[in-house]
T-cell receptor, first 113, second 112 residues
Framework: NAGVTQTPKFQVLKTGQSMTLQCAQD?????MSWYRQDPGMGLRLIHY???????DQGEVPNGYNVSRSTTEDFPLRLLSAAPSQTSVYFC????????????FGPGTRLTVL | AQSVAQPEDQVNVAEGNPLTVKCTYS??????LFWYVQYPNRGLQFLLK??????LVKGSYGFEAEFNKSQTSFHLKKPSALVSDSALYFC??????????FGTGTRLTVIP
């Protein structure tokens, strides 16, 4: 049982480039989400999904897209990277969207130059 | 605005002493409350949660948390701190699938 996996672990982009952060879970969880962690700001929800084919915006969705074609995978796309998107990104999953603890991936550290 | 506050950026405690990490929340309704721990270069790990019922919740690694509705607080406690408890601790409050609010984190250092 691998839990929640994320790739890559580190990434450096130039302003304007696009990329996809990968996230997968093998626990058959319905709920998946993406957060960014910035110093002094805790974690902020970017996008979330309550099941395959269903996604919605969180607190800070601008500049990011998501899709959920399978239960297992929930990729996060940066459309045109900006320095303000320099952050650590965490993917998480849980059995449902409420009152269940979330399982977090190890994170992706992204730097946009 | 809805939010979770962790008033202390840093908490230092001697090994063997009791520890408390404070959390207060300002969210609508009756939120679910969580504590997570983050070790260096790792994702967050679940410690415990309050859904309903007994105000004292017991969790992993000997941690417990006390829910106080009148003070809207959910403080994390442990009777005897270990050096290995040194980490970053996050409190979170949830009222829905897209309404999960994290505090800014408290760095706990346990001094040998």
């Amino acid at each position: 049982n691998a839990g929640v996996t994320q790739t890559p672990k580190f990434q450096v982009l130039k302003t304007g480039q696009s990329m996809t952060l990968q996230c997968a879970q093998d626990m058959n969880h319905e709920y998946m989400s993406w957060y960014r962690q910035d110093p002094g700001m805790g974690l902020r929800l970017i996008h979330y999904s309550v099941g395959a084919g269903i996604t919605d915006q969180g607190e800070v969705p601008n500049g990011y897209n998501v899709s959920r074609s399978t239960t297992e995978d929930f990729p996060l796309r940066l459309l045109s990277a900006a320095p303000s998107q320099t952050s650590v990104y965490f993917c998480a999953s849980s059995y449902s969207g409420t009152n269940n603890e979330q399982f977090f991936g190890p994170g992706t550290r992204l730097t946009v130059l | 605005a809805q939010s979770v506050a962790q008033p202390e950026d840093q908490v230092n405690v001697a090994e063997g002493n009791p520890l408390t990490v404070k959390c207060t929340y300002s969210v609508s309704g009756n939120p679910y409350l969580f504590w997570y721990v983050q070790y260096p270069n790792r994702g967050l790990q679940f410690l415990l949660k309050y859904i309903t019922g007994d105000n004292l919740v017991k969790g992993s690694y000997g941690f417990e948390a006390e829910f106080n509705k009148s003070q809207t607080s959910f403080h994390l406690k442990k009777p005897s701190a270990l050096v290995s408890d040194s980490a970053l601790y996050f409190c979170a409050a949830q009222t829905g699938a897209n309404n999960l609010f994290f505090g800014t984190g408290t760095r706990l250092t346990v001094i040998p």
